[in-house]
């Protein structure tokens, strides 16, 4: 490609585990992609040095930081919530990864799919919480959705040329995590928890992995994304976790999408879409995998009734079972409760809640903020 039809990219989450794993693609491509903007929370040390080897035109933080900004004269920053969605819906930009975990993303990313922009979406929990606003956007501006997730990656790659009609089930699949088959997980200590043995990942989605909050958060952005009933959407353990996802046709035929677990060649898909990328990060060689198992989810697992109510309620409620997850996940990597203790915050917050219908972006934050404060106070009642 020549340097003028180079695609500009901004990483909404740059110093997280995806959006390291984002410019690691670029460095490898660095004809094809050009950074334009950078935004992360408050890492300053690692955005710095992101800043002086990617020279993007923007960036952001959080906070307003003059002498930080004063480093980096030949780049214009963003900070705030209006700084958040500025720098999401940049003229400049062909494609915003959307990886800043939680939802504070999300006015961003409706803006930027009503620009037209395409998205590559690596946060759940901005589709679980406002799956409507942002498929609506996406249709008002002709923007495009591309699903970063490997799971979300495998569904898209699958159905791209297929009628949706056709299908009669999809698959998500799921290593299990770093819990699988343990019998007694009371006093699971935080490091065990974080250390996936497949992924490589960022501590909280690691513990949605570990109690498979993870799979619940991804029925519900796979009924958004690929506008499927909930009962044709399935999970199934698959520990080797080389098969990302599985469709099923009405047909009888089964297409499933293989790689190494690595999110490096999602975030290619992503990048390059619509063309293929090369590939410089190995190859899955199914030789040398001795087997590949499946199991179904026990059908009564919490986290997979969270998800069907979720669905089948709708309104306020999974803001609520985000904003609850959130909040117990942080309580537990602070070492304030027991591993034991998330899911039953979870569902505790959840059943006390009182559906109310959500118009607007404004009533996801309120109950968002209702969720955390009513998870935090039923944390307190367990540590006693």
């Given at each position: 490609?020549?340097?003028?039809?180079?695609?500009?990219?901004?990483?909404?989450?740059?110093?997280?585990?995806?959006?390291?794993?984002?410019l690691?693609?670029?460095?490898?491509?660095?004809?094809?992609?050009?950074?334009?903007?950078?935004?992360?929370?408050?890492?300053?040390?690692?955005?710095s040095e992101?800043?002086e080897?990617?020279?993007?035109?923007?960036?952001?933080?959080?906070?307003?930081?003059e002498?930080f900004f004063k480093?980096f004269p030949?780049?214009?920053?963003?900070?705030?919530?209006?700084?958040?969605?500025?720098?999401?819906?940049?003229?400049?930009?062909?494609?915003?990864?959307?990886?800043i975990?939680?939802?504070?993303?999300?006015?961003?990313?409706i803006e930027?799919?009503k620009?037209?922009k395409?998205?590559?979406?690596?946060?759940?929990?901005?589709?679980?919480?406002?799956?409507?606003f942002i498929?609506?956007?996406?249709k008002d501006?002709?923007?495009?959705?591309?699903?970063?997730?490997s799971?979300?990656?495998?569904?898209?790659?699958?159905?791209?040329?297929?009628?949706?009609?056709?299908?009669?089930?999809i698959?998500?699949?799921?290593?299990?995590?770093?819990l699988?088959?343990?019998?007694?997980?009371?006093?699971?200590?935080?490091e065990?928890?974080?250390?996936?043995?497949?992924?490589?990942?960022?501590k909280?989605?690691?513990?949605?992995s570990?109690?498979?909050m993870?799979?619940?958060?991804?029925i519900?952005?796979?009924?958004?994304?690929?506008?499927l009933p909930?009962?044709?959407?399935?999970?199934?353990?698959h520990p080797?976790?080389?098969?990302?996802?599985?469709?099923?046709?009405?047909?009888?035929?089964?297409?499933?999408?293989?790689?190494?677990?690595?999110?490096?060649?999602?975030?290619?898909?992503?990048?390059?879409y619509?063309?293929r990328?090369?590939?410089y990060?190995?190859n899955?060689?199914l030789e040398?995998?001795?087997?590949?198992?499946f199991?179904?989810?026990?059908?009564?697992?919490?986290?997979?009734?969270?998800?069907?109510?979720?669905?089948?309620?709708k309104?306020?409620?999974?803001v609520?079972?985000?904003g609850?997850?959130?909040?117990a996940?942080e309580?537990?990597?602070?070492?304030?409760?027991k591993f034991?203790h998330i899911?039953k915050?979870?569902?505790?917050?959840?059943?006390?809640?009182?559906k109310?219908?959500?118009?607007?972006?404004?009533?996801?934050?309120?109950?968002?903020?209702?969720a955390?404060?009513?998870?935090?106070?039923?944390a307190?009642?367990?540590?006693?």
């Amino acid at each position: 490609a020549q340097p003028f039809s180079m695609k500009k990219i901004v990483i909404l989450g740059s110093t997280g585990s995806i959006g390291k794993n984002t410019l690691e693609v670029v460095r490898k491509n660095r004809e094809k992609f050009e950074v334009v903007g950078l935004a992360c929370k408050e890492n300053k040390k690692l955005l710095s040095e992101q800043i002086e080897e990617f020279r993007p035109k923007y960036a952001y933080i959080e906070k307003k930081d003059e002498d930080f900004f004063k480093k980096f004269p030949y780049v214009k920053f963003f900070y705030g919530d209006e700084g958040l969605v500025e720098i999401s819906t940049v003229e400049d930009a062909d494609l915003v990864i959307a990886a800043i975990p939680g939802i504070k993303g999300l006015a961003g990313v409706i803006e930027s799919l009503k620009k037209g922009k395409t998205i590559g979406l690596a946060t759940k929990e901005i589709m679980v919480v406002g799956g409507n606003f942002i498929i609506e956007a996406a249709k008002d501006g002709n923007g495009k959705i591309l699903p970063v997730d490997s799971e979300h990656n495998a569904i898209f790659q699958i159905l791209e040329n297929e009628n949706i009609k056709d299908i009669e089930k999809i698959y998500l699949t799921c290593s299990g995590g770093p819990l699988l088959g343990r019998e007694n997980i009371e006093d699971v200590k935080i490091e065990e928890v974080i250390s996936h043995p497949v992924w490589k990942m960022g501590k909280k989605i690691s513990v949605d992995s570990a109690t498979l909050m993870n799979k619940c958060f991804e029925i519900i952005e796979a009924h958004y994304l690929f506008s499927l009933p909930p009962e044709k959407i399935d999970i199934l353990i698959h520990p080797e976790a080389v098969i990302h996802g599985i469709v099923e046709f009405k047909d009888g035929f089964q297409k499933g999408i293989f790689s190494l677990p690595d999110m490096k060649y999602a975030i290619s898909f992503v990048l390059n879409y619509p063309e293929r990328g090369e590939n410089y990060f190995g190859n899955l060689r199914l030789e040398k995998i001795e087997k590949l198992t499946f199991k179904k989810p026990e059908s009564n697992s919490p986290w997979l009734l969270l998800a069907r109510k979720s669905l089948e309620e709708k309104g306020s409620y999974p803001v609520v079972l985000n904003g609850a997850d959130e909040e117990a996940v942080e309580l537990f990597l602070k070492g304030e409760i027991k591993f034991s203790h998330i899911i039953k915050i979870v569902q505790e917050t959840f059943f006390s809640h009182k559906k109310s219908e959500i118009s607007s972006i404004d009533d996801i934050f309120e109950i968002n903020k209702w969720a955390h404060n009513q998870a935090r106070k039923i944390a307190e009642r367990l540590k006693c």
